[in-house]
């Protein structure tokens, strides 16, 4: 039992005419009002819940739908329940609806509300790569917002991603705003901040070419997802690259364990654990990274910073400033984010 659960109890009146679950999603909304509780943050589980409050099993999950009916929280597959709003109706609104909860894009959601600042709600919605279910958000939300915000990253059915862009194009400008991926369909009709997948990654390896043409061979790690896959342009970009620069190359899938790294090979990461694994094994075959095997990470964190790995990264604060600046200023206009290539010595 946490000391967290534990104070839920403490406010559940036991004598009072109000139904326990709209008491305990009373407390939540209380905590989120007061910033106790903060946009992205995961909630307590069920089962803590039950242990911290003695409540009964059926009365936490009428709360928990009683919040997702207010959108106040979401359920993530697997994961659990995540606030994704606030509830303060005296700001402008924003809804920001992402393509997946991960930690990029949650640094990404709050360096945006900072760059907002105090007189603005921002809100967040998890679209799950999935076209279909963006329109339902869209439906249910495009009226109570004055700003939505889109990461249009989508899997599979092509027809449900044309049927999103025509939603699209029906929005008025000024609500729609775009962020992380550009739709050449809209033709700068709706403002964007976007990455240029290929492009970026393809001059980003240009820019550190010198360190590159010391292997004889570069291995583009690359995760097959078919759920939240990454951007194919990425892929395009790295084959572009080294057919320009005639080097040896391979993509494969992921780190497989026990893998034999070779002397002179250079590997491209895009995806966090694979990174892992790529780390964990170097380090128990005792591998000096940057004398003869390399890496670089796609995306950069303080911990790789810390670690010394060489990135690939687009800069998430210029792109939630650029966003921001956007919306504040009723700005229309595509702009490319910054994206570079940062050695610290592992290449």
């Keep these: 039992m946490t000391t967290e659960t534990q104070l ?29 509780i903060q946009v992205g943050e995961k909630l307590p589980s ?28 979401t359920s993530v597959m697997s994961k ?16 920001i609806v992402l393509n997946k909860l991960s930690s990029y894009k949650l640094k990404l959601y709050h360096l945006f509300v900072d760059a907002l600042g105090a007189n603005y709600q921002v809100d967040l919605r998890v679209h799950h790569c999935n076209a279909a279910y ?17 990461m249009p990253h989508f899997s599979g059915l092509p027809d449900k991603v044309r049927e999103v862009i025509q939603y699209f194009k029906r929005m008025p400008s000024e609500k729609l705003l775009l962020m992380d991926k550009y739709l050449p369909e809209l033709e700068d009709s709706v403002p964007c901040i976007y990455q240029d997948f290929e492009s970026d990654i393809y001059f980003a390896l240009q820019d550190g070419i ?6 004889e061979k570069v291995t583009l790690v690359f995760p097959e997802n078919p759920v939240y896959p990454y951007p194919q342009e990425i892929k395009n970009g790295f084959i572009r690259f080294c057919e320009a620069i005639n080097c040896q190359y391979e993509v494969i899938d992921r780190i497989y364990e026990d893998m034999e790294f070779r002397p002179q090979d250079a590997y491209i990461i895009i995806d966090e ?8 094994q170097a380090r128990d075959g ?38 921001a600046y956007m919306i504040k200023k009723k700005k229309c206009e595509a702009v490319q984010n910054f994206f570079s290539f940062i050695d610290r010595g592992s290449i």
Aim: proline content about 1%; glycine content about 6%.
């Design 46 to 73: 069920i089962s803590e819940l039950r242990e911290g409050t003695g409540l009964a099993r059926d009365t936490i999950v009428r709360a928990f739908n009683y919040l997702q009916e207010k959108k106040i929280v």
């Design 273 to 280: 654990e694979d990174l892992i694994s790529f780390l964990q």
């Design 8 to 36: 839920f109890k403490s406010y559940i009146n036991e004598h009072s005419r109000v139904p326990k679950y709209r008491q305990l999603a009373t407390i939540f909304i209380e905590a989120v009002e007061r910033g106790d």
């Design 134 to 150: 963006l329109q339902v958000i869209l439906d249910e939300n495009v009226l109570a917002y004055e700003h939505i915000v889109v």
């Design 80 to 95: 659990g329940f995540y606030v994704t709003r606030n509830v303060n109706l005296a700001k402008t609104k924003v809804l």
């Design 286 to 323: 005792a591998i000096d990274l940057g004398n003869g095997l390399g890496v670089i990470s796609y995306n950069d964190t303080p911990l790789k910073e810390v670690l010394g790995i060489s990135v690939m990264t687009t800069d998430f604060e210029v792109m939630a400033d650029s966003a």
């Design 210 to 215: 010198h360190k590159l043409k010391k292997y």
